[in-house]
Every structure is written in C-alpha cells, then in structure tokens.
C-alpha cells in the first residue's frame, strides 16, 4: 500500500512511489539469462525496451521469507545508488510476481563477449579500460557502503558498441556492517575471496566476519581473466578452485603479466584483505599504467591574435583515443521481441 510520503510497502518491502512499476504495463518477450533463483527476460515497459528479472519466491514458508528480503534489500540498493557504469534501475514491483526492471544492455555479458573472441585476447588498452569501468562501478558502491560480493564476468554488462562495462545483479550484494557478521561463503566459488571460506566446516547460511576487501579479490581475477582472456584456475573445478586460493593460497600466474599491471592483480589478490588497496587506488594505478604505455599527445593550441584577457579554454585529446581499438568483435542479442510479447501475468503463470 502507499502512505502519504509516497512510499509503497508491503511487509518489509519499501519503495519510493516514483520507482514502482505498474505490472499491467510490462510485456515480457523471449528469456535472456536464467539462475538459481530468478530468470531474466527481454521485455517491454512504457515503449522503452527493458530487461525484466523475475524472481521465484520460492516453495517453502522459509525461503519464500528468506527471497523477499533479500529482494527488498536489492530493490533498495538499486534505487539508492545510480552510476554510468551501474546498469541503470526503472523500478519494481512485488505483485503479482517479484520484478526488477533495468536498462537493456545489447552487447551480453562479458563472459560471453570473451568466449566469442577466443583464442584471442583483448587489446590490453581495451582490457584495462574495461577494468577502469568496473573499478569505478564498484568504488560507487563502496562508497555507499554496499558490498557486491559477486563480482565476476557472468555479471558484467556490455553496451551494445562493447565499448563500455556496466554493473548488474545486486542479488547477492549486502550493506557492509562493521559489527554484524556476514553469511559466509557467498558469491562464485572461482572468483570467491579466501577469507569467505573457514578452517572448519560450516553448516549453510553460517556467518563470518569480513568486509568490502573481498571485492577487491574478486577484481584481481577479473582483470587477470581481462588480460589473458582465459578461465582463472584451469583444470579446476569451482570449487577446487575456491579451496586452492583459501587454503594453499595458489593464485593464477602473474609472470606474463606487464610489471605495473602484475603489481595491481598480485596486491589486489593478496591473502590479508587488510593488504588489498582500495578502489580509489586502483583507479589511480590503471589511469597511471595507460599514461606509460599512451601518454597523452602535446596539445598545440591554435594561435589566435586576440587581446590578452581572452582566456582561451584549455583542450584535452580526452580518452577516446584510449578505446578506439574496442570493435564489435561479437553479435549482440536479435533487437526485436518474440512476436508476440505476453503480459507479465500470463509469464507468472508459466515462468516457475
């Protein structure tokens, strides 16, 4: 129901009025991505082609419980934080069917995009540029005191000219508390910080201690997987994986890595979060590394005869140059609906 503020709420979900979606304007056309707890469909709202994630509530009283608050405190976090390199949130709606609606991204995911180019890899100018979207992404959140905790390609967005990177999937992103222990064990197992993980054996659901560091782990193999364009840890399992970083410490190799970027990926990775830098720092190192390998051309300013209190506005060759190299190297998704795009209420009634 709607109070007087204009703000919607139903239980523990709340909302801003201006964010709620009105299910009975929402056309749902062929799925694009599917996980365990919710699928994602291409769709339309309002004229405006949108990606609708529908979320399962679940079977049981439990988890029915457990999946609308954890899908309250998503739609909270969307509408709280906006970012270029964030996908961009439209709103949301709990009835009849848990939606989530956000900009459409045409170019995938980044993991697709990798596998379609390889056994190439990225330039690394476009690498690292891809990597300054999402360190910029995440220092957003960072400084909103939110933790994605499942940072990895499969939830990283291209536009449809594949030259910028944008942020999705908050499911499993929390607020950071410096006193409340935190379920132990979320995110991916392969791109999983160490310190997720426990010398004993935990039940499920268990909670630890740990903060927004474990982030910054799962950046480090981001932008190793970035560079070399394969799977971090081959010949693993996921969970093979996530057990050889925690507890023999291994670490995919660093030794082909150029030294500046090496230095990034190994401080990043480092087995102490409270060695890892922040994303502030990052930034500032990968800005650092692209001015060694392109520094920026002298700008010759035109020679105006004028009187000497013009002031003449100062011209930068900006960072266009940088990413001139990024080409649609693979097929974005068909631009049209299914022909006959459904209801919302008619998916509800087949999606689970």
Not at 65 to 92: C, D, P, T, W, Y
Not at 237 to 252: E, G, I, M, V
Not at 258 to 282: H, M, Y
Request: proline share 6%; aromatic share 8%; net charge neutral.
């Amino acid at each position: 129901m709607e109070s007087g503020n204009g703000i919607y709420s139903v239980g523990e979900f709340s909302l801003d009025a201006k964010w709620l979606i009105d299910p009975k304007q929402l056309l749902v056309g062929p799925k694009i991505g599917e996980g365990a707890r919710a699928k994602v469909y291409k769709g339309q709202y309002k004229n405006q082609t949108v990606a609708i994630k529908v979320v399962h509530r679940g079977d049981t009283p439990e988890k029915i419980a457990k999946r609308e608050a954890r899908f309250s405190r998503e739609v909270a976090m969307l509408s709280r934080v906006q970012h270029k390199n964030l996908v961009k949130f439209i709103g949301a709606s709990m009835d009849p069917v848990m939606v989530i609606v956000t900009e459409l991204l045409l170019g995938g995911t980044l993991r697709k995009y990798l596998l379609n180019i390889r056994p190439r890899c990225l330039d690394m100018h476009v690498a690292v540029g891809f990597a300054l979207d999402i360190a910029r992404a995440m220092e957003c959140l960072h400084s909103h005191g939110i933790i994605h905790r499942d940072l990895k390609p499969d939830n990283l967005m291209l536009t449809a000219d594949h030259k910028t990177v944008k942020l999705a999937d908050f499911g499993l992103a929390r607020e950071e508390s410096l006193n409340e222990m935190m379920t132990a064990e979320t995110g991916t197992y392969r791109w999983m910080a160490p310190e997720l993980y426990s010398t004993v054996t935990l039940r499920h659901g268990d909670k630890k201690h740990y903060n927004h560091k474990v982030d910054i782990y799962s950046f480090a193999i981001v932008l190793w997987e970035l560079i070399h364009n394969k799977l971090p840890f081959e010949g693993m399992s996921n969970l093979q994986a996530a057990y050889a970083a925690a507890f023999k410490n291994a670490r995919p190799s660093a030794e082909n890595l150029p030294e500046d970027l090496a230095l990034i990926v190994t401080t990043c990775w480092k087995e102490d979060p409270n060695g890892r830098p922040d994303f502030s720092q990052i930034i500032q190192m990968l800005l650092h590394y692209l001015c060694i390998v392109s520094p920026p051309e002298p700008v010759v300013l035109p020679r105006i005869y004028t009187s000497e209190s013009t002031v003449l506005p100062p011209e930068s060759p900006g960072t266009s140059s940088l990413m001139a190299g990024r080409g649609d190297l693979s097929e974005a998704p068909n631009a049209g609906l299914e022909d006959k795009p459904t209801s919302i209420f008619n998916c509800f009634r087949h999606c689970y």
